[in-house]
């Protein structure tokens, strides 16, 4: 009856390899272990950071539906046809009589016809020097560059 023992592999020899009486392959598990519970906590920090960042934009977006909600209820009292009615005849506006309304062919004969502009000629320089010798005597009629 013997026994027959199969030679060791590296693969065995490294589970069985020991520093200061703990093994190798325990001190791996146990580094992993740690790695691995401080992405979860790491993980966990950012998904509160984005969780208070998804909150704030919650409030944003009702504060901002409030907003919404009063700018559309003032909208809909400016336009109250009583009130707009109001502001029209104190600034002296009233509707179109019937008489008046026109057809777009019939447009152009109640345009009103714009009057013409003064037409305005600038003297010569001649003209201006004669103008300044009507006006004072005393002075030649010879122009200032040739004096």
Do not use: C
């Not at 580094?31 to 920090?45: D, G, R």
């Not at 707009?84 to 109640?110: K, M, T």
């Not at 013409?116 to 010798?133: D, F, K, N």
């Amino acid at each position: 009856m013997t026994m027959w023992t199969a030679p060791r592999n590296s693969l065995q020899r490294l589970f069985d390899w020991k520093v200061r009486g703990i093994r190798w392959v325990e001190i791996i598990g146990l580094l992993l272990v740690a790695i691995m519970v401080f992405s979860v906590y790491v993980a966990k920090a950012g998904a509160a950071r984005e969780g208070v960042r998804i909150s704030q934009l919650e409030r944003q977006i009702d504060d901002n539906g409030q907003r919404v909600r009063l700018l559309r209820a003032e909208v809909a009292r400016l336009e109250q046809p009583g009130r707009l009615e109001a502001l029209s005849r104190s600034a002296g506006l009233a509707p179109v009589d019937v008489r008046r309304r026109r057809s777009e062919a019939g447009l152009a004969a109640i345009a009103p016809v714009p009057e013409p502009r003064p037409v305005i000629v600038a003297p010569t320089t001649a003209a201006a020097i004669q103008a300044e010798a009507v006006e004072s005597p005393d002075t030649p009629l010879v122009p200032e560059g040739a004096r």
